[in-house]
């Protein structure tokens, strides 16, 4: 069974700075893909960026990317130039993709202090 | 764009009353998630169908049921709620093999049970 943790319940980073979400996970799978939520107040949770796990390269969407680690099984996001819409609660999710199920993580609770 | 519908916002039912949560997607997705959320566990999965009929234990289906009669709709069952029910219920739909099998989320279900 595949197990996702994030270790951080709570953060908080200034308007315009860069903060770092951690996520590391265990799975015995070679295949998988790799996925940060965000889930704004009282809003949808929303995908911010996936990562697939045979890719080299770390994915990157605007102000939003990760460090994917596989040979140490971490995942991390990086949010850059940080921005008060940024603030919601962050999941980290896993998929060994077919008929698997998806998990995810705790949650961090990111606030964006002006 | 995606569309995933929950059919309440806020439910408040009482101790052993059947309690039934709709989903509705509007995208022709195989699969379909319910989550219970609750703070600190972050999104726990209790009941997934990869098809019409289909449906496939997550990690917490106990006290819980599922229908899948049509593929765009996907209904969890409470057949007799309890107070440790009391939770935001997140339906979810992805499509089977697509775009490394994003989930899209509905606005969620505020379900408190006296």
């Known amino acids: 069974a595949q197990t996702v943790t994030q270790s951080q319940p709570e953060m908080s980073v200034q308007e315009a700075e860069t903060v770092t979400l951690s996520c590391t996970y265990d799975t015995s799978e070679n295949n998988y893909y790799l996925f940060w939520y965000k889930q704004p107040p009282s809003r949808q949770m929303i995908l911010v960026i996936r990562?697939?796990?045979?890719?080299?390269q770390n994915a990157t969407e605007n102000r939003f990317s990760v460090n994917f680690q596989k040979a140490a099984k971490s995942f991390s996001l990086k949010i850059s130039d940080s921005q008060l819409g940024d603030t919601a609660m962050y999941f980290c999710a896993f998929d060994a993709g077919g008929y698997q199920k998806v998990t995810f993580g705790t949650g961090t609770k990111l606030q964006v202090i002006p | 764009d995606v569309k995933v519908t929950q059919s309440s916002r806020y439910l408040v039912k009482r101790t052993g009353e059947k309690v039934f949560l709709e989903c509705v997607q509007d995208m022709d997705h195989e699969n379909m998630f319910w989550y219970r959320q609750d703070p600190g566990l972050g999104l726990r999965l209790i009941y997934f169908?990869?098809?019409?009929?289909?449906?496939e234990k997550g990690d917490i289906p106990e006290g819980y049921s599922v229908s899948r009669e049509k593929k765009e709709r996907f209904s969890l069952i409470l057949e007799s709620a309890s107070t440790n029910q009391t939770s935001m219920y997140l339906c979810a739909s992805s499509l089977r093999g697509g775009r490394m099998n994003e989930q899209y989320f509905g606005p969620g279900t505020r379900l408190t049970v006296t």
């Open positions: 169908s990869y098809d019409v009929k289909m449906k």
């Open positions: 990562q697939e796990a045979y890719k080299q």
